[in-house]
């Protein structure tokens, strides 16, 4: 997996991080939240436990041979994450929301939004550190668990599915801390390159030029202007279905 570059945004969230969360001994006992389509739970809910999920890193789509697997990284941010599930309802999809834990402290009502469209949770650990796999243990640990605590607090008690390492930088440690917490490790096939803000056409070809690589797609929902992502997913989305492609989550 090619890291990500033009990350500065997050060297202003790099502080956030709270203490070094130890690693949990042993695997916990996991009860399955597919669909993820009920209520918020009350702030106050106890999250169910978990059991270990695969480390191996995931791409495939469990919607099947012809299904994508529409993947947004980066936020939760209250201008654009709404605007983009505007765009995923308005066309029937589900996704899977890769959030950055200090933006899902700051807007718990957003997570809320996304949880109650029975969209998918993702742990992008505290800072977006894309050099993380060259850290110690403790701190990937740090990265990964805080965050996976502040996505969950603010979702009312709904637990990360999935962990994506920022620019892809995972280690063995780093995918079976993830998966021992019921997170398995959450690659991507095609990488729109909205990020860099090409424009909406170039995003919208890219993504139909490396269809072939596999299902799993990625944009961003924060980190910036976010208005080129919202125009190329409307086009791409209704584009996708005329080309008899399904929608699915990525493999658990």
């Given at each position: 997996?090619?890291r990500?570059?033009?990350?500065?945004?997050y060297?202003?969230?790099?502080?956030?991080a709270?203490?070094?969360?130890?690693?949990?001994?042993?695997?916990?006992v996991?009860t399955?939240?597919?669909?993820?389509?009920?209520?918020?739970?009350?702030?106050?809910?106890?999250a169910?436990?978990?059991?270990?999920?695969?480390?191996?890193?995931?791409h495939?789509?469990?919607?099947g041979?012809?299904?994508?697997?529409?993947?947004?990284?980066?936020?939760p941010?209250?201008?654009?994450?709404p605007q983009?599930?505007?765009?995923?309802?308005?066309?029937g999809?589900?996704?899977?929301f890769?959030m950055?834990?200090p933006?899902?402290?700051?807007?718990?009502?957003?997570?809320k939004?996304?949880?109650?469209?029975?969209?998918?949770?993702?742990?992008?650990t505290?800072?977006?550190?894309t050099?993380?796999?060259?850290?110690?243990?403790?701190?990937?640990?740090?990265?990964?668990?805080?965050a996976?605590r502040?996505?969950?607090?603010?979702?009312?008690?709904?637990?990360p599915?999935y962990?994506?390492?920022?620019?892809g930088?995972?280690?063995?440690?780093?995918?079976?801390?993830?998966?021992?917490?019921g997170?398995?490790?959450?690659?991507?096939?095609?990488?729109?390159?909205d990020?860099?803000?090409?424009g909406?056409?170039?995003?919208v070809?890219?993504?139909?030029?490396?269809?072939?690589?596999?299902?799993t797609?990625?944009?961003?929902?924060?980190?910036?202007?976010?208005?080129?992502?919202?125009?190329?997913?409307?086009?791409?989305?209704?584009?996708?279905?005329?080309q008899?492609?399904?929608f699915g989550?990525?493999v658990?």
């Open positions: 997996m090619a990500h570059a033009g990350r500065g945004w060297a202003r969230v790099i502080g956030a709270v203490g070094v969360t130890a690693v949990a001994a042993g695997a916990s996991w399955a939240q597919a669909g993820q389509n009920a209520p918020a739970a009350p702030a106050h809910h106890t169910p436990k978990t059991v270990a999920v695969s480390p191996v890193i995931a495939s789509s469990d919607g041979a012809h299904a994508v697997n529409i993947t947004i990284d980066d936020g941010d209250p201008t654009w994450t983009v599930l505007q765009v995923l309802r308005e066309n999809v589900k996704a899977t890769c950055i834990g933006e899902a402290q700051a807007h718990p009502d957003v997570v939004q996304v949880v109650a469209a029975g969209h998918r949770l993702c742990d992008h505290v800072s977006h550190d050099a993380m796999d060259h850290k110690s243990e403790s701190y990937q640990s740090q990265q990964i668990l805080d996976e502040q996505i969950t607090e603010a979702s009312g008690g709904v637990r599915m962990y994506r390492a920022p620019g930088a995972f280690t063995p440690y780093s995918r079976k801390l993830a998966a021992s917490h997170m398995r490790p959450l690659g991507w096939n095609v990488d729109s390159k990020f860099e803000r090409p909406t056409d170039a995003i070809a890219t993504v139909r030029s490396e269809l072939t690589n596999g299902p797609l990625l944009f961003h929902d924060a980190g910036g202007d976010r208005s080129q992502t919202v125009a190329a997913l409307r086009t791409l989305l209704p584009w996708l279905k005329q008899g492609y399904g989550f990525p658990r």
